[in-house]
């Protein structure tokens, strides 16, 4: 009995070591899986960070040293050029007023209409983005009242190596943090001359209008921008990770003709990419089926960059 359990046990070991040199000698074969070539639109964007923030901000203080009579604005009103926004005491009225008003009110309204106080006036057309005091306060001609702006633009700071691929009137997407799915159209208004270098990376300010800005878009506001550099629809594409070889030189593998044959490498030309996928202009069409390397997600890049980088034309990303 013992020798039939020795027995046993050689023969199962040596099944299970014949196993093992047999897939020791014959690996399996790279694992595929298919994709079909689908039309779709390809954009090519340059991403970058961004602050809202006025165009031409401006301090409105007070003409005179005194104290605050009256303000007629609010936050978030529109005033003219020209419009009076307020009325300022001269010291000198303040003390005078204040004592006529001790002897009664005909002698504070006699008093009053002789000595006029000094207007508040708006020196452009504007919107008020911060009213820094209220009537009563002490004032001085160093100390802002009122703060207007012209209109609020999107800041937004770009690499320099991406700089240019940035033209004014170029179209832009913003999307504000507090108001993540609301997409703004814009476009680009003006590009910075002078740079900013900021850990090492040197970066220029675009301005970027709305072109309907938003009632809830306040300064200071973060928000994320898409600068549409160019762009292809309704052509074919597959993703990166179906590109085999270098820049110039890119293949498709299509499914073996025949069980045990390899894959077929076909040649393609390519056009633009998004970081994600990319343009097909030649070498298949639509409907075929190509191989991708199993374990490789459909939008992987055949380089291994990280999809979620921003891309400039030719796919490659921008330095941060």
């Known amino acids: 009995m013992k020798k039939l359990i ?51 901000r401006l301090e409105l203080n007070s003409p005179v040293s005194g104290r605050i009579d009256e303000l007629l604005v609010r936050e978030g009103d529109v005033v003219t050029n020209g419009q009076i926004l307020g009325w300022v005491s001269s010291t000198d009225r303040a003390t005078l007023l204040d004592a006529a008003r001790a002897r009664g009110g005909a002698e504070a309204a006699r008093w009053a209409d002789m000595y006029k106080p000094a207007p508040l006036i708006a020196p ?29 633009i999107i800041e937004a700071a770009v690499d320099e190596t991406d700089i240019r691929n940035i033209r004014v009137g170029q179209p832009v997407t913003v999307e504000l943090d507090a108001y993540r799915g609301d997409f703004l159209s814009a476009r680009v208004d003006h590009i910075a001359y002078d740079a900013d270098t900021q850990n090492g990376v040197t970066l220029y300010a675009i301005d970027v209008l709305c072109d309907q800005p938003p ?26 990770a179906a590109l085999q070889g270098g820049r110039g030189e890119q ?65 490659r990303p921008p330095r941060r």
Do not use: C, H
Request: avoid cysteine; charged fraction near 20%; aromatic fraction near 4%.
């Open 215 to 240: 009632a809830y878009l306040r300064s200071a506001m973060s928000a994320n921008v898409k600068f549409l550099v160019s762009q292809t629809n309704n052509v074919l594409v597959l993703p990166l």
């Open 124 to 152: 452009l057309e504007a919107t008020v983005i911060d009213r820094k005091m209220e009537p009563g306060q002490s004032v001085s001609p160093s100390a802002a009242i009122l703060i207007l702006s012209d209109r609020l």
């Open 251 to 315: 293949a498709v593998l299509r499914p073996a003709p025949a069980p045990g044959a390899e894959p077929v490498r076909v040649p393609v030309q390519t056009g633009l990419d998004d970081g994600s996928q990319a343009e097909i202009l030649s070498g298949v069409q639509e409907g075929e089926v190509v191989l991708i390397p199993d374990g490789l997600p459909a939008s992987t890049m055949s380089n291994k960059v990280n999809p979620l980088m921003p891309t400039r034309p030719g796919g």
């Open 6 to 56: 020795v027995l046993v046990i050689v023969l199962a070991a040596g099944w299970y070591g014949w196993r093992w040199w047999q897939q020791r000698e014959t690996p399996a074969g790279p694992a595929y899986r298919e994709v079909k070539v689908e039309r779709g639109d390809v954009r090519v964007e340059i991403l970058a960070t961004a602050l809202a923030k006025p165009q031409n």
